[in-house]
């Protein structure tokens, strides 16, 4: 059982680049979502999606595209990467939305650095 | 909204010593609690969790916390520390998203 898994594990990106976190989870769990670590500020939602064709806004979802075409994938996309996108990205899921308690999978995470 | 207070930056423990991690929550309705670990350039890692039921909850690793409704509190306890606890901790509460807390770093000195 390979839970949440991301990819790349390390990204470096120049300023206006562009690409695509991959995060895949073969848990069948409906519920999947982004989050960014920042020093000091904990983790942060970026966007969620309670299934399949569904997404919403977090916290922080400027300058983050989604997309949740099937159960087991849910990429987030970086349309024109700025240093202020330098941070470390987990994605999460659960067998159903949080607020029922279901415990919440983590991926190992992506450490993107934007020069 | 809900949010996650965790007033201590920085915790430095010696190895052996009892640990406690402070969290306070706001939230409006019954919570739901978590405390996760991260250590240097890894994931994170459920501790333990709190829905309902026994206010003390034991967690892997060694660790418990304790729910305190009035006090809105679910602070994180170990009576012995190992060096390989060294790392952050993160408490977070539940509602349609987790809302994490800055995170606490714990440093064990030998």
């Known amino acids: 059982n390979a839970g949440v898994t991301q990819t790349p594990k390390f990204q470096v990106l120049k300023t206006g680049q562009s690409m695509t976190l991959q995060c895949a989870q073969d848990m069948n769990h409906e519920y999947m979502s982004w989050y960014r670590q920042d020093p000091g500020m904990g983790l942060r939602l970026i966007h969620y999606s309670v299934g399949a064709g569904i997404t919403d806004q977090g916290e922080v979802p400027n300058g983050y595209n989604v997309s949740r075409s099937t159960t087991e994938d849910f990429p987030l996309r970086l349309l024109s990467a700025a240093p202020s996108q330098t941070s470390v990205y987990f994605c999460?899921?659960?067998?159903?939305?949080?607020?029922?308690?279901?415990?919440?999978?983590f991926g190992e995470g992506s450490w993107l650095t934007v020069v | 909204a809900q949010s996650v207070t965790q007033p201590d930056i920085h915790i430095t423990v010696s190895e052996g010593a009892s640990l406690e991690l402070r969290c306070n929550y706001s939230?409006?309705?019954?919570?739901?609690l978590f405390w996760y670990v991260q250590s240097p350039g890894q994931g994170l890692q459920l501790l333990l969790k709190?829905?309902?039921?026994?206010?003390l909850v034991q967690g892997i690793k060694g660790f418990e916390a304790e729910f305190k409704r009035s006090q809105s509190s679910f602070n994180l306890r170990k009576p012995s520390v190992h060096w390989s606890d060294a790392a952050e901790y993160f408490c977070?509460?539940?509602?349609?998203?987790?809302?994490f807390g800055a995170g606490t770093t714990v440093t064990v000195r030998a």
């Open positions: 939230y409006g309705a019954t919570p739901y």
């Open positions: 977070a509460v539940v509602d349609y998203k987790l809302s």
């Open positions: 999460a899921s659960s067998y159903s939305g949080t607020g029922t308690g279901n415990t919440i999978y």
């Open positions: 709190y829905f309902s039921g026994d206010t």
